[in-house]
């Protein structure tokens, strides 16, 4: 849009001007937010991947116990015969406007009835498994979440930088210049009213 070189003109610029720049800066403090948000998840991965791999180890010490014991088929058929006995109930939250997707409740029956004869190892490793269960859902959820913020915050970056180095610095000089050329009117005005005064005058 080109701003007329006018009174109005002038105050319309100054309008976007004072737009843009708290624009700027309330989308600088969503991105610092964003950022913060973003390593504090994070953490929370980096804690939940480290508490996983120790029962994933456990488990599948357990398992392959098992099938050394009762054999890989047998394995088999008693894992297609088991129900999950689990449930996820999804929701949303907002993060400075960012709808991201929330876990609100995991429930887990850890109790299951095999067949007569199995292994201790073979209940060992279910129950591991599916203790782990709600921190894997949870490791999903967090990972989701921060796939969305950094998008987020590379569009609010974008956005952040096109205001401070292009919509800013053009505004600031289309308002430089209106008002540049108002005066360049008012002086020539002036210069043309003291001509007519001295002509009148005589």
Same mark, same amino acid.
Do not use: C
């Given at each position: 849009?080109?701003? @007329?070189? *006018?009174?109005?003109?002038?105050?319309?610029?100054?309008?976007?001007?004072?737009?843009?720049?708290?624009?700027?800066?309330?989308?600088?403090?969503?991105?610092?937010?964003?950022?913060?948000?973003?390593? $504090?998840?994070?953490?929370?991965?980096?804690?939940?991947?480290?508490? !996983?791999?120790?029962?994933?180890? /456990?488990?599948?010490?357990?398992?392959?116990? %098992?099938?050394?014991?009762?054999?890989?088929?047998?394995?088999?058929? *008693?894992?297609?015969?088991?129900?999950?006995?689990?449930?996820?109930?999804?929701?949303?939250?907002?993060?400075?406007?960012?709808?991201?997707?929330?876990?609100?409740? !995991?429930?887990? /029956?850890?109790?299951?009835?095999?067949?007569?004869?199995?292994?201790?190892?073979? /209940?060992?490793?279910?129950?591991?498994?599916?203790?782990?269960?709600? +921190?894997?859902?949870?490791?999903?959820?967090?990972?989701?979440?921060? @796939?969305?913020?950094?998008?987020?915050?590379?569009?609010?970056?974008?956005?952040?930088?096109?205001?401070?180095?292009?919509?800013?610095?053009?505004?600031?000089?289309?308002? @430089?210049?209106? %008002?540049?050329?108002?005066?360049?009117?008012?002086? /020539?005005?002036? +210069?043309?009213? $003291?001509?007519? @005064?001295?002509?009148?005058?005589?």
């Amino acid at each position: 849009m080109i701003i @007329k070189p *006018t009174r109005m003109g002038l105050l319309l610029a100054r309008r976007k001007l004072k737009i843009a720049v708290k624009g700027h800066s309330l989308l600088k403090q969503k991105r610092d937010v964003l950022v913060l948000e973003f390593f $504090k998840i994070l953490r929370e991965i980096k804690k939940l991947r480290g508490e !996983i791999s120790n029962g994933l180890v /456990d488990a599948q010490k357990s398992l392959y116990n %098992a099938q050394a014991i009762e054999g890989e088929v047998n394995i088999e058929r *008693t894992a297609f015969g088991l129900s999950s006995g689990a449930s996820v109930e999804l929701g949303f939250r907002s993060i400075m406007g960012l709808e991201v997707p929330l876990i609100k409740e !995991i429930k887990t /029956d850890n109790q299951w009835y095999g067949y007569f004869g199995q292994t201790v190892e073979l /209940d060992n490793a279910t129950k591991q498994y599916r203790d782990i269960f709600p +921190s894997l859902v949870r490791l999903m959820e967090k990972q989701l979440v921060l @796939k969305h913020m950094a998008e987020e915050i590379k569009k609010t970056k974008r956005r952040v930088n096109s205001l401070e180095y292009l919509t800013i610095p053009r505004l600031e000089r289309t308002q @430089k210049n209106i %008002a540049f050329k108002l005066e360049e009117i008012e002086r /020539d005005n002036f +210069s043309r009213l $003291k001509k007519i @005064k001295k002509m009148t005058a005589k």
